[in-house]
T-cell receptor, first 114, second 112 residues
Framework: EAAVTQSPRSKVAVTGGKVTLSCHQT?????MYWYRQDTGHGLRLIHY???????EKGDIPDGYKASRPSQENFSLILELASLSQTAVYFC?????????????FGSGTRLTVL | GEKVEQHESTLSVREGDSAVINCTYT??????FPWYKQEAGKSLHFVID?????DRKQSQRLTVLLDKKAKRFSLHITATQPEDSAIYFC???????????FGDGTVLTVKP
């Protein structure tokens, strides 16, 4: 079965601090994504990657960086965390081509910025 | 960019009844429309999808209808069961990109 593992499961950060969220997939998928979910809302795409060593901006990239050092690993970096970045963050992976459209999600990271 | 509106924020039905969740989208280039389910405290998982080359797709108790002219699609769940209770998200994307635009979700409650 597809497996996307996120760490940490939850984190409390201080305003202005640096936060790194990690994602590891064992699906052998080429594509990976970072979404954020705010309470009562759907998911919004932050960054995505179609191949190792390359990342693309999604719909809401401001305040976030992404890193894809290998096919399996995809990180989301908040260089200067802000209160507005409190949310649940989901990593996902998908295969290429027609199968790119079915996303497999991790369990999420609940980030609280104080 | 694409915007997806999910019309019902909450929906409550009795066990055995049908449930319908409606979504509209704005981008005429969108051609792929999946639905995801999120159970309480858990992640999202895929339930069913439809592509723009068809207007209806059924999988067991789930049916998705697509009206491209109205830019509207809907999820129909028949013979609902308590385990259908969850948040359902509709989404849209252009083909093969994997970049989904989600609606805000519908909290479906199935009462015994």
């Amino acid at each position: 079965e597809a497996a996307v593992t996120q760490s940490p499961r939850s984190k409390v950060a201080v305003t202005g601090g640096k936060v790194t969220l990690s994602c590891h997939q064992t699906n052998n998928h080429d594509y990976m994504y970072w979404y954020r979910q705010d309470t009562g809302h759907g998911l919004r795409l932050i960054h995505y990657s179609y191949v190792a060593d390359s990342t693309e901006k999604g719909d809401i990239p401001d305040g976030y960086k992404a890193s894809r050092p290998s096919q399996e690993n995809f990180s989301l970096i908040l260089e200067l965390a802000s209160l507005s970045q409190t949310a649940v963050y989901f990593c996902a992976s998908s295969d290429r081509g027609r199968d790119a459209e079915t996303l497999y999600f991790g369990s999420g990271t609940r980030l609280t910025v104080l | 960019g694409e915007k997806v509106e999910q019309h019902e924020s909450t929906l409550s039905v009795r066990e055995g009844d049908s449930a319908v969740i409606n979504c509209t989208y704005t981008d005429t280039a969108s051609s792929y429309f999946p639905w995801y389910k999120q159970e309480a405290g858990k992640s999202l998982h895929f339930v069913i999808d439809i592509r723009s080359n068809v207007d209806r797709k059924q999988s067991q108790r789930l049916t998705v209808l697509l009206d491209k002219k109205a830019k509207r699609f809907s999820l129909h769940i028949t013979a609902t069961q308590p385990e259908d209770s969850a948040i359902y998200f509709c989404a849209a994307s252009r083909t093969n990109t994997g970049k989904l635009t989600f609606g805000d979700g519908t909290v479906l409650t199935v009462k015994p």
